[in-house]
């Protein structure tokens, strides 16, 4: 079932919550909105539900314009961050509440429930009170009252930030499994990268109210559409540092080694992922200042004319602080923002025709 937000913007007096904001969920698509907190995702999520009224703009579900309906006549169900599970109650009636409370007919009941307690695990704890359940057996249960629905589309805000990081992991993929095997057109709020990249068929990530980037996770990765989204997807984060003049054109460092012939400097900003550099025995020279060791990486802390640069390398490095290295990448790893507005750009304006060539043959050799 699809669902399109067409300008929608929430007004808290003088305070945009929500400022404008357009997309579309295609059916059985899994869309997650994405943002620090106090970005507007809850609240634009709770727009669509239909548990606030919108300011201006329309929703529509299924083509349907469902702006002004209440959320029981909008088709689809919803799972908070709370759980918002009856402590009195035990699993089976907290999961079948509201079929009971909507008049379906018995059997029809018990037909739902068998199938919601055999896709989640809980045929053994169906008498069970949400106070003895661990918290993720809490948030299956949450779950299973919004499958039992049966509703075409499911929204979700940050159901899984109150576990712990062994839970969310299995919880993530439980979650993506159950989407998939029952075609659920499915909403998820999140402020947690590794949950949106790992889950999203689709990422819309916000800020201070308003849409930055709407992309599938490997443009989010590999062309941020600016330095905030650079810097918000990957851990560690994108390397962004200024470019500075050199002979001929630009470089990392005041009369460096020339990466960007005819180029002027003061217009852009240098960005590459730090698994995208290498440690080699020429290339960018620059110092050591710290690493952390991972197990199966370590994070390799190097200065470049007063720049912090982090580079991820595999395994153990031995590296003393102070220590000079030689840093390489592909050229097609590089990303440049404009120093400017901080917006990705994909093509360069030269700052003047003439300019050798660089020495390596390739951007940073």
Request: net charge neutral; glycine share 10%; proline share 6%.
């Amino acid at each position: 079932m699809q669902i399109e937000i067409r300008d929608v913007r929430k007004d808290y007096g003088r305070v945009q919550a929500v400022r404008g904001v357009s997309f579309s969920v295609e059916e059985g698509q899994l869309l997650v909105i994405l943002g620090p907190s106090g970005c507007g995702k809850t609240t634009l999520l709770r727009l669509i539900a239909g548990l606030e009224p919108v300011t201006s703009g329309t929703i529509h579900i299924a083509g349907t314009d469902v702006t002004h309906l209440p959320p029981v006549k909008r088709n689809i169900s919803m799972v908070f961050q709370s759980y918002a599970l009856f402590p009195h109650l035990n699993v089976r009636e907290n999961i079948i509440f509201g079929l009971k409370v909507r008049k379906v007919p018995a059997d029809e009941i018990e037909r739902r429930l068998k199938r919601v307690v055999d896709l989640l695990g809980l045929s053994g704890r169906l008498d069970s009170k949400p106070g003895e359940l661990s918290g993720g057996m809490q948030q299956r249960v949450a779950l299973g009252r919004a499958i039992i629905a049966e509703k075409p589309v499911t929204l979700m805000d940050e159901p899984l930030s109150n576990l712990d990081a062994k839970l969310r992991n299995s919880m993530r993929r439980e979650i993506c499994s159950l989407q998939r095997r029952l075609g659920i057109t499915m909403i998820y709020v999140t402020h947690d990268q590794v949950e949106a990249m790992t889950m999203a068929d689709r990422i819309v990530l916000m800020r201070d109210g308003q849409i930055v980037q709407d992309d599938s996770p490997e443009n989010f990765y590999e062309r941020p559409a600016n330095t905030f989204v650079a810097r918000f997807i990957g851990t560690p984060p994108m390397n962004i540092v200024p470019l500075c003049p050199t002979q001929g054109g630009a470089a990392l460092e005041p009369g460096g080694r020339l990466l960007f012939p005819g180029m002027d400097p003061d217009r852009y900003l240098f960005g590459i992922r730090p698994e995208n550099l290498r440690l080699a025995e020429s290339g960018q020279p620059a110092m050591v200042t710290g690493r952390e060791y991972l197990g199966s990486d370590t994070f390799v802390s190097c200065e470049i004319h007063g720049q912090e640069v982090i580079v991820r390398t595999r395994g153990r490095r031995n590296i003393r602080e102070g220590t000079v290295v030689h840093l390489t990448w592909d050229p097609g790893d590089v990303n440049l923002f404009d120093a400017r507005t901080q917006e990705r750009v994909d093509s360069v304006v030269p700052a003047r025709k003439e300019g050798r060539e660089n020495p390596a043959g390739s951007i940073g050799g």
